[in-house]
């Protein structure tokens, strides 16, 4: 029996835990990473939530292993991971990801429309026109 998408990303849910706007705020305050697991077209299309840091869930495995050439010193170990895409499914599968890697706090904010709603601060798209 082949596994889906679907249960991927419910096996994920499971084990990495979702957290508010303002409880992703509070933990960024003190020293977490929100991390923005979208592709760089969306950040250019719809902006990006401010202090956020940003590495593709292509990317994910070689920017979160000390190990490669690509590692991404933001990610530590020991630091809170708070992670976020478009709608949340990524999140959960690059929060669990990070967890199986090692990482010892992982939350998903879900997506970007959340933390807009939540009141997070964005920084707006270039205007490619001007």
Not at 21 to 43: C, S, W, Y
Not at 63 to 82: G, K, M, S, W, Y
Not at 94 to 108: I, P, S, T
Request: one cysteine or more; aromatic letters at 4%; hydrophobic letters at 45%.
């Amino acid at each position: 029996m082949s596994i889906t998408a679907a249960d991927l990303v419910q096996a994920a849910h499971a084990v990495v835990p979702k957290i508010s706007t303002a409880d992703a705020q509070a933990k960024v305050a003190a020293g977490a990473l929100l991390l923005d697991v979208r592709d760089a077209p969306e950040l250019a299309a719809n902006g990006r939530a401010e202090g956020s840091h940003h590495i593709p869930r292509g990317m994910l495995e070689f920017r979160a292993d000390p190990a490669t050439p690509f590692h991404d010193p933001e990610l530590q170990f020991d630091r809170p991971v708070i992670l976020h895409c478009a709608s949340g499914g990524r999140a959960a599968l690059a929060g669990k990801l990070l967890k199986d890697m090692g990482y010892a706090e992982v939350h998903n904010l879900g997506g970007f429309k959340d933390w807009v709603e939540g009141g997070g601060a964005v920084i707006e798209p270039v205007d490619p026109g001007m």
